[in-house]
C-alpha cells in the first residue's frame, strides 16, 4: 500500500474535484480511496506514505500524440537544409532521420523520450513511430523500454509508400504483429494501433493492405491535413476531401486518431462527429512548422473529442496546454477563447481518448481508477480550489513542477529523482547514438 498526501489534491472526479490537503491510496496498480491526508493515514497505518510537502497532486498528464523517433533531432544540423515550405521540413528533416534509424538508435531515442516525460509527469503516451533503416522490431524495442522506465503507451508505426512498396508492407506487418502482441498482453500498460504517415503518402491500395492487416480490435494513428499539400493531393489525385477519401477507405472510427486536422472543412468536421473519431490537437508543433492554425475551438464545440499532443515538439503537455490556450485566443483574435476549451482537451478528452484503448480509468484520481499520480512543487499565492486548478497549472506550473511520478501503482520518480533508471548512463549513451545517426546522415550529404 502506498498513500500520497499532504498536498492540495486535483482529482478531475465531478463528486469531490479538489482536496484542501488531499491524499490518495494506492493498492498494487489501483487507486483504492482518495480523502482527506489524516482520514487516509489513519485508514492505512502500515502504507508507505510519500509526503508531497503542500504541493499539488493530481493525475497523471497524457500525451495522445508524441514522435519518440524525433529525440535526436536537437542540435542536429543537416548539410544543405533550408526548408522553405513544410514538405522540405519532412524530406530534408523528418524522413532524412527516419531514413537512417536503426534499432539501437530507436531504442535510445525512447529512452530519452520517456525520461523527459517522467519528468514532466506524463504517464501515458500514444506514440506515432518511423524507423526505415531498421522497421522489423522497432515498436518491441520501444516497448521493451516502456516496460523498463514504467511508462504507460500505445505505439504505432507510420506506414507510408515514401520508401517504396517493400518498406510499406514491412511497416503494416510491423503494426500488425505488434498489435497483437499488445491484444495479448495482461498488464494494462501497452496497445497498438495501426500506424499511416499521411494520406498524400498512401496511395488506395496501401491504405486497403493496412486495413486488411489491421486486428479489428485497433483504430490507426494518422496525420490529417496537417498542411496544405495534403489537402491538395487529396483533391487533385483522389477527387476529394482527406476526411471523405479515410472514410471511403474505412479508416474512421472510435479508435481512430486524426493529428492535426488543420484544413479540413465543415462536412470533414460533421464526418468526424459522425464516426466518433478523435482530434488531436498540436500547437507548438503546427506553430513550428508554419502550417497553420487549426479549427480547434469549432472542433470541439462541435462535440468531437479533441485531445492535446507535442508532435515530439517537446515531451512537456503544460508547455502544450499554454500554448493552445494563447494560440486560439490569438487566432480567433478573442481573449475569452479557450479558457474552457484547452483544459478539456488535456484533462478530460485526452483521458477519454487513451481509455479507448486502456481499460483501467485514466487522468482521474478515484477508486478503481489507475494509479497514475503526480506531484507538483506548486505552492499557490493565490485562493486555489476547484473553480480555479485550471489557471493556477496554467500561469504557474510547467512540466519541470513535477517532482513525483507514479505509474500503474510504481514510484518512478520520487522527489525529482528517478527511482531505478541511471540518467547519466542514459544520456551519454543517448549522446553516442546521436553522434552517430548525424554522422549517417550527413555522410549521405
Ligand atoms: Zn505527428
Redesign the pocket.
Known amino acids: 500500500m502506498l498513500i500520497i498526501g499532504n498536498g492540495r489534491m486535483v482529482t478531475r472526479d465531478e463528486e469531490t474535484p479538489f482536496y484542501e490537503n488531499g491524499a490518495v491510496a494506492v493498492d498494487a496498480d489501483r487507486i483504492v480511496r482518495t480523502g482527506e491526508t489524516e482520514e487516509l493515514k489513519a485508514a492505512y497505518p502500515k502504507a508507505e506514505f510519500i509526503d508531497a510537502k503542500g504541493g499539488v497532486i493530481m493525475p497523471g498528464l497524457i500525451n495522445t500524440?508524441e514522435?519518440i523517433y524525433s529525440a535526436m533531432a536537437r542540435g542536429l544540423s543537416i548539410n544543405g537544409y533550408n526548408p522553405k515550405g513544410f514538405l522540405d521540413v519532412l524530406d530534408g528533416m523528418w524522413w532524412t532521420i527516419d531514413r537512417a534509424l536503426d534499432n539501437r538508435q530507436t531504442r535510445m531515442s525512447a529512452k530519452a523520450t520517456y525520461l523527459d516525460c517522467i519528468k514532466n509527469g506524463v504517464t501515458t503516451v500514444f506514440d506515432?513511430h518511423a524507423s526505415y533503416g531498421e522497421i522489423r522490431d522497432s515498436l518491441f524495442t520501444i516497448a521493451d523500454v516502456a516496460e523498463e522506465f514504467g511508462v504507460r503507451s500505445c505505439l504505432c508505426y507510420e506506414v507510408s509508400d515514401r520508401e517504396g512498396p517493400d518498406k510499406m508492407k514491412e511497416a503494416v506487418r510491423e503494426n500488425e504483429a505488434f498489435i497483437r502482441h499488445a491484444l495479448k498482453d495482461q498488464s494494462g500498460m501497452t496497445a497498438g494501433m495501426m500506424g499511416m504517415h499521411a494520406a498524400f503518402t498512401l496511395s488506395d491500395s496501401s491504405i486497403a493492405f493496412c486495413m486488411e492487416h489491421k486486428p479489428k480490435e485497433a483504430g490507426c494513428h494518422i496525420?490529417v491535413a496537417?498542411g496544405i499539400d495534403d489537402l491538395y493531393d487529396s483533391l487533385q489525385n483522389h477527387g476529394k476531401r482527406i476526411i471523405d477519401r479515410l472514410m471511403d477507405l474505412e479508416v474512421l472510427g472510435p479508435k481512430t486518431i486524426t493529428?492535426?486536422c488543420i484544413y479540413i472543412n465543415s462536412h470533414e468536421m460533421d464526418v468526424l462527429k459522425e464516426t466518433d473519431t478523435s482530434v488531436v490537437h498540436?500547437p507548438e508543433?503546427n506553430m513550428g512548422n508554419a502550417v497553420g492554425c487549426p479549427p480547434t475551438m469549432e472542433i470541439v464545440r462541435r462535440g468531437i473529442l479533441t485531445g492535446l499532443?507535442t508532435?515530439?515538439y517537446t515531451h512537456d503537455m503544460i508547455e502544450s496546454y499554454k500554448t493552445a490556450n494563447i494560440l486560439h485566443k490569438h487566432h480567433t483574435c478573442n481573449p475569452n477563447a479557450a479558457w474552457t476549451e484547452v483544459p478539456k482537451m488535456l484533462f478530460y478528452n485526452n483521458a477519454a481518448i487513451a481509455n479507448r484503448y486502456f481499460e483501467k480509468p485514466l487522468g482521474v484520481l478515484k477508486e478503481g481508477a489507475a494509479a497514475d499520480i503526480i506531484v507538483a512543487d506548486y505552492i499557490p499565492l493565490t485562493p486555489m480550489d476547484a473553480s480555479n486548478v485550471n489557471s493556477h497549472i496554467l500561469f504557474g506550473m510547467n512540466g519541470r513542477s513535477v517532482v513525483t511520478t507514479v505509474i500503474n501503482g510504481c514510484v518512478v520518480m520520487k522527489d525529482r529523482r528517478l527511482i531505478s533508471i541511471d540518467e547519466e548512463k542514459v544520456m551519454y549513451e543517448c549522446r553516442q547514438e546521436a553522434e552517430r545517426l548525424w554522422n549517417t546522415i550527413n555522410g549521405w550529404r
Open positions: 500524440h514522435h506515432h496525420h496537417e493529428a492535426h498540436n508543433s499532443g508532435d515530439g
